[in-house]
């Protein structure tokens, strides 16, 4: 949704986006008893898949989510998910306990209705946005690469 209001009569136009992505953005990271234990990318949306299951059940497991980056080495991951199915990620994130007979725990680091999460994601996130809100993208930031 769209709103435009007049400023002054000098021409300049305010324009206000409300709830302009239908997404969720989550950065978190997965601690681990033992430090030296990865997961994969895969392992990791399986694992929360499983959190969600034992949580909310088969709906829960059915949740539509998708981990855009990921890191191996710090365990930290950046989610987008419906901003509709936000508390029910969240909240199976936190009550995840144990992953393979050790503690675990995840840490919600940020989350933001933008894709501005970090200087990280920004080449991901700005060709996410274009891409998703159907815009012409003219030019491109030195670290992003046209889409073919």
Request: aromatic share 10%; glycine share 4%.
């Amino acid at each position: 949704m769209t709103s435009v209001e007049e400023a002054e009569p000098s021409g300049f136009q305010r324009v206000v986006l409300t709830n302009a992505s239908p997404y969720q953005y989550l950065k978190i990271r997965l601690v681990l008893e033992d430090e030296r234990s990865r997961l994969s990318d895969v392992e990791l949306k399986s694992f929360i898949i499983a959190g969600l299951k034992s949580l909310h059940g088969e709906v829960g497991a059915a949740l539509n989510f998708d981990v855009l980056k990921y890191d191996e080495e710090s365990l930290t991951a950046l989610l987008r998910v419906y901003s509709r199915g936000l508390v029910k990620l969240w909240s199976s994130l936190t009550l995840q306990g144990f992953y393979q007979n050790q503690a675990c725990a995840f840490r919600v680091l940020q989350v933001s209705r933008f894709t501005g999460i970090s200087s990280l994601e920004e080449p991901l996130i700005y060709l996410l946005f274009h891409v998703t809100q159907k815009k012409r993208i003219s030019h491109f930031p030195h670290y992003c690469h046209p889409l073919p």
